[in-house]
């Protein structure tokens, strides 16, 4: 299957700090990218999708000023993460979608685990 | 809200086949059944999906009732290395369309044991 990556895989960072995450298809072109959260013992939420060379669509809920998308290439979107709190630590895991002769799927990243002290 | 249910957990012996069990009572014409796995602290790993037939890889099969209100998805021989949580996931194969977003549920926990 396609192979995407994430980095850092890990970030501790202090309150306040802005933290940029990025996700990049090794093998492929991705045209759409999203971005997830998990809590502990959650399971994943979708945040906002990413499109290359768009603004990125947000999820109800998610502050789109909080959590900066950037999907500057077919290969790399990145999320930046603004002034974060420790309400914000969390595992942030990115995905790309991938067409399909009859449909299509997503690939994810190993995520990137947030704790901001 | 997810469209599925799953049992929340099940256990599975180390080499035998692992059986697990999807409700997807309202699902559309022009929906899909696909399966993802998520292994502790990693990201989610693609596994199968299907839309009436069945359906089989090399690392599963997946079994759709003919009325497509249900599925089952089969490891033949489960690992140690299996141990993690199934999603079941319905969803409309639309092409860069928001409709076709995956919606996680809870899934279900298979834990494989020697």
Request: one cysteine or more.
């Amino acid at each position: 299957g396609a192979v995407v990556s994430q980095h850092p895989s890990w970030v501790i960072c202090k309150s306040g700090t802005s933290v940029k995450i990025e996700c990049r298809s090794l093998d492929f072109q991705a045209t759409t990218m999203f971005w997830y959260r998990q809590f502990p013992k959650q399971s994943l939420m979708l945040m906002a999708t990413s499109n290359e060379g768009s603004k990125a669509t947000y999820e109800q809920g998610v502050e789109k000023d909080k959590f900066l998308i950037n999907h500057a290439s077919l290969t790399l979107s990145t999320l930046t993460v603004t002034s974060a709190h420790p309400e914000d630590s969390s595992f942030y895991i990115c995905s790309a979608r991938v067409r399909l002769a009859d449909t299509d799927t997503q690939y994810f990243g190993p995520g990137t685990r947030l704790t901001v002290l | 809200d997810a469209k599925t249910t799953q049992p929340p957990s099940m256990d599975c012996a180390e080499g035998r086949a692992a059986n697990l069990p999807c409700n997807h009572s309202t699902i559309s014409g022009n929906e899909y059944v696909y399966w993802y796995r998520q292994i502790h602290s990693q990201g989610p790993q693609y596994i199968i999906h299907g839309l009436k037939n069945n359906e089989t890889n090399e690392m599963a099969s997946l079994i759709i009732t003919e009325d497509r209100k249900s599925s089952t998805l089969i490891l033949p021989h489960a690992t140690l290395r299996d141990t993690a949580v199934y999603y079941c996931i319905v969803r409309v194969a639309i092409f860069g369309g928001s409709q076709g977003n995956l919606i996680f549920g809870k899934g279900t926990k298979l834990s494989v044991k020697p």
